[in-house]
């Protein structure tokens, strides 16, 4: 994980993505655009791993953050983002705004356990799937 630049220097847009799949998502559609770390160092153990200083840093100069939230991530993730986020940065949550689009949330198999596609971690917590939106018709 790269530190973050001086905000005051670059005037290049600093996101923050809790893992390195959000990370990379980003990556993918900013490119250049953007400068994007990740919380969570890649082969870390999300459900164990706490956020250093540097981490609670980039979060304090970052202009976006990304976070699933729906439990899929752990709670001092959660907190690190809201607590050290600028006031003027928005968060995206990325289970929920998927769900505001159209996205059908599937339940976790602890709440449903005939649904095949949640599954549970070690930690107990179980993450909800979601299906992507349905194609709009052109009239």
């Given at each position: 994980?790269?530190?973050?630049?001086?905000?005051?220097?670059?005037?290049?847009?600093?996101?923050?993505?809790?893992?390195?799949?959000?990370?990379?998502?980003?990556?993918?559609?900013?490119?250049?655009?953007?400068?994007?770390?990740?919380?969570?160092?890649?082969?870390?153990?999300?459900?164990?791993?706490?956020?250093?200083?540097?981490?609670?840093?980039?979060?304090?100069?970052?202009?976006?953050?990304?976070?699933?939230?729906?439990?899929?991530e752990?709670?001092?993730?959660?907190?690190?983002?809201?607590?050290?986020?600028?006031?003027?940065?928005?968060?995206?949550?990325?289970?929920?705004?998927?769900?505001?689009?159209?996205?059908?949330?599937?339940?976790?198999?602890?709440?449903?356990?005939?649904?095949?596609?949640g599954?549970?971690?070690?930690?107990?917590?179980?993450?909800?799937?979601?299906e992507?939106?349905?194609?709009?018709?052109?009239?």
């Amino acid at each position: 994980m790269r530190a973050a630049p001086d905000p005051a220097s670059d005037g290049e847009l600093r996101v923050v993505a809790t893992t390195g799949i959000l990370a990379d998502f980003v990556r993918g559609v900013a490119g250049d655009r953007a400068h994007v770390t990740q919380m969570v160092p890649n082969g870390a153990d999300p459900h164990s791993w706490e956020p250093s200083l540097r981490t609670v840093r980039d979060v304090a100069y970052a202009d976006v953050a990304f976070s699933n939230y729906l439990m899929l991530e752990e709670h001092a993730l959660i907190r690190a983002l809201d607590s050290n986020l600028p006031a003027g940065s928005r968060s995206v949550s990325v289970a929920e705004e998927a769900a505001k689009n159209g996205a059908t949330i599937l339940p976790s198999s602890k709440t449903a356990p005939s649904t095949p596609r949640g599954s549970a971690c070690a930690c107990g917590a179980t993450a909800p799937t979601w299906e992507p939106p349905a194609p709009r018709r052109s009239t």
